[in-house]
């Protein structure tokens, strides 16, 4: 079985010989409409673009990390599934009890828009900011080292980032813009939610007085994670796909 993260980048032809069922896995965002006007932002239109150079029968089924941009991935590739993409298991630890000296963690490439909502409490409450260049084992570091961790999305669209599930597994309690679609995920149940940058300083600042003032949020968070554990998702996934392909067929 072999599981492709962003399918867009597999040369056409590439699994024409491979014995062995592929699944591709969408993992960037895309127009909420087939004809790509559901929005215009120049980030979404790209990453259309480049969903149309995929060979689809590279993929016996394609998963999707949101299912309300379906729509317009069909038009290039049939979307079977729409799950947020699994939590591997090393990442899980339980709720620890929040350290005040551990500043506000954000994980993801700078933007100008994460800029605009991040940069003042940068200054206020010294949050750190991994860009790039964070491997598997120094994430694993860093989910163990920070108890609260902010997620802000790429763009100003809406959109669903996998790293809240990642957050969540680590026991963090999550900050997040509003998340679309939400995954089961309760805002201010399960996570923080914010809207703009001023919003986001207050929910600090009060969380810098009493670090505790959310803490039932953290454990139902972390809780809550338990349906995205990667050996529990995959597992699932592996065993339809073999059944259905077995009832319906391949494009491969």
């Not at 969408?26 to 980030?43: I, K, Y």
């Not at 703009?196 to 600090?204: D, F, I, K, V």
Request: proline residues 9%; charged residues 25%; glycine residues 4%.
């Amino acid at each position: 079985m072999v599981v492709v993260f962003r399918p867009e980048i597999v040369p056409a032809g590439a699994f024409a010989n491979l014995r062995a069922r592929t699944l591709g896995f969408l993992t960037e965002p895309l127009p909420r409409t087939a004809n790509g006007s559901g929005a215009t932002h120049e980030d979404l239109q790209r990453r259309l673009w480049e969903l149309g150079t995929v060979d689809a029968q590279n993929f016996d089924r394609i998963v999707a990390f949101d299912p309300l941009i379906a729509d317009t991935a069909d038009q290039v590739l049939p979307v079977w599934r729409a799950v947020p993409i699994p939590v591997s298991d090393r990442y899980y630890r339980p709720v620890a009890p929040p350290d005040p000296a551990s500043p506000p963690l954000f994980v993801g490439r700078s933007t100008e828009h994460r800029e605009r909502l991040l940069t003042p409490s940068k200054h206020r409450f010294d949050v750190l900011h991994l860009a790039f260049g964070v491997d598997a084992a120094r994430l694993e570091r860093l989910m163990a080292e920070h108890w609260l961790a902010i997620n802000a999305h790429n763009e100003p669209y809406p959109s669903f980032e996998n790293r809240v599930c990642l957050h969540l597994a680590a026991g963090h309690l999550v900050v997040s813009e509003p998340l679309s679609p939400t995954h089961g995920l309760e805002p201010d149940i399960d996570f923080l939610e914010f809207r703009g940058a001023e919003h986001l300083e207050r929910l600090l600042a009060a969380l810098q007085r009493d670090a505790t003032l959310w803490h039932a949020v953290r454990v139902r968070g972390r809780r809550k994670a338990e349906q995205f554990r990667a050996s529990r998702v995959y597992p699932r996934i592996v065993a339809d796909l073999l059944a259905d392909v077995q009832a319906f067929g391949s494009p491969r």
